[in-house]
């Protein structure tokens, strides 16, 4: 397949990595020069268990290409979403699939502004990724991939598409309960990324605390409560015990929540995503979320005050 990643940070690279590796006729388009030139002049760094490894994959700026893709892949971060797709539209033909398969609410819907209904695929994976420099990511452990198109009419052409995923090595299915799969992910993050970010440590370090998962299951709870109110059924304790597997302090001790390193290299957060969304979609349905909405504000004022807090410190 002719397949663009829009959006090639960590993640994006990841999946372009290992689609290119597998055959498949691979873009990584993105807006951040530094990054765009270092793959076009040195290729693009892989570091796995395999060790490094140099890969020369096409890289590009979206005004760069002009074909419409099989299947565009969208990768960026969850508020750059819109200014990613709408200049990506060159890109998007008849027979183009739209897959999201990034982190928080409200992707699907910015998309589907766009592109129709019938060609939006949404779902989400447990792969994870570090941007460790322009041109260069790590990509450790293993994970799962699930996709699913959001009307639900899934098809043969879908089921060749997790095919070819999951013969990526990207352990892709389709599956049905993508969505609630996409909530729980969701919930997930709205835990481990902004804790961290306000200890500004890692997730071993965090989970190290004694009443860490006390705190997750009164989040976790106002999230089960939302979302029931928006048709979608989650179960609080599977949920919790996969918090509770990454806060592992022995499995966990050095891994860097995302957003984290956002936090600390001056970037936005997807906060607006994640416990924000919920305190928007609480207020919708008039369910008090007071946990959600004291982190939302916590992790935007940590955004607001990042010069103050430099001249601090």
Known sequence: MKIDIAGSGAMGCRFGWR?????????????WPDHVQAIRARGLEVISESGSSIVRIPASFP????????????????????????????????????LTLQNGLGNIETIGRYVP?????????????????????????????????????????????????????????????A?????????????????????????????????TMDLARRIVDEIVLVAKAEN???RREPILAKIGQQFDS??????????????????????????GAIVAKGRQHGIPVPCNELIDHLIRMMEQTRSYQSRVS
Request: hydrophobic content about 40%; proline content about 2%; aromatic content about 4%.
């Open 179 to 211: 969505l609630i799969s996409i909530w729980n992910k969701v919930a997930f993050n709205c835990v481990l990324n902004p804790l961290c970010t306000l200890m500004n440590s890692t997730v071993g370090a965090v989970g190290s605390y004694s009443g």
């Open 117 to 177: 209904k019938r060609r939006i695929l949404a779902g989400v994976t447990t792969w994870t990724a570090e941007l460790l420099a322009p041109g260069k990511i790590q990509a450790l452990g293993s994970g799962d991939t699930e996709i699913t198109r959001v009307d639900g009419e899934n098809t043969a052409e879908v089921e060749e598409i997790a095919r070819a995923m999951a013969e990526a090595g990207l352990r892709a299915v389709v599956s049905p309960n």
């Open 63 to 98: 005004d760069d290409s002009k074909e419409p893709a099989d299947l565009l892949i969208v990768f960026t971060k969850a508020m750059q979403t819109e200014s990613m797709v709408q200049s990506c539209l060159h890109l998007i033909g008849e027979h183009t699939w739209v």
């Open 232 to 234: 979608i059924e989650l």
């Open 19 to 31: 689609l290119h590796q597998s055959g498949h006729d691979v873009r990584l388009i993105d807006h």
């Open 250 to 275: 022995r499995t966990a001790a050095h891994h860097l929540a995302s957003m984290v390193q956002d936090m600390r290299s001056g970037r936005k957060t997807e906060i607006g995503h994640l416990n």
